[in-house]
């Protein structure tokens, strides 16, 4: 099976895209290509993060690979955390904080709406292409859930009672950001593999 570089430290999302993208590519991972340090990502839209981190791989490796920028993007802050959505509260990647800054921002806020939104960069073949995957809904008052990461516990998406973090993978995987941009991903690999 053709291999294809997943430029990601973000364990969570590993196993779910891993879980998507079965059978149609193995994938490998940065520490298996000897990229152990984290990749910079300093653009101010998620398209530039996800192209700075995909480009940060192909340059050191010459191999095709993908990366994932994804922001929760929050109606009622403007778009925020948006881009900085791994660093709202602190600078490092710490969940628990992000959420109770969240939640203190939104309080007294009616609306509550905001949507997740992933954009994945490929570099296939040294050709650039860009995916993306959005999912709407609502941020609510208290965390709830134990499955998933990051804002999952707050969010309920459309049509849903149940944050994502009440969810099981395959349950998010079906409808969220990142499952959308990776179907897409994967079925433009599948055209491009078979031709
Ligand atoms: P890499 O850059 O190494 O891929 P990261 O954790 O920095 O990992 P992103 O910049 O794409 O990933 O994501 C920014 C933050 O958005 C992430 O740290 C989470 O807090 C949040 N996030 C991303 N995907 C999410 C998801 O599916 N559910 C809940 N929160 C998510």
Redesign the pocket.
Known sequence: MRQIIFA???AH?LGEVQALLDGVFALKTLRECGITED?P?TAATLEG?ALQ?ARYVYERTGCDCF??????EVEALGGEPGVR??RYATDG?N?AA?NRLLLRNLEGKSDRRAH?RTVIALILGGEEYLFEGRVDGTIIGHEAGAE?????PL?VPEGEERT?AEMAAEEKNAI???GRAVAKLVEFLQTKTKN
């Open positions: 990601t430290n973000n999302k990749i990502e993060n981190k990366a994932d920028d994804t922001g929760l959505s791994a990647h969940f992000n997740f998933g990461f990051g804002y999952d969010f994502f969220s950001h990142r």
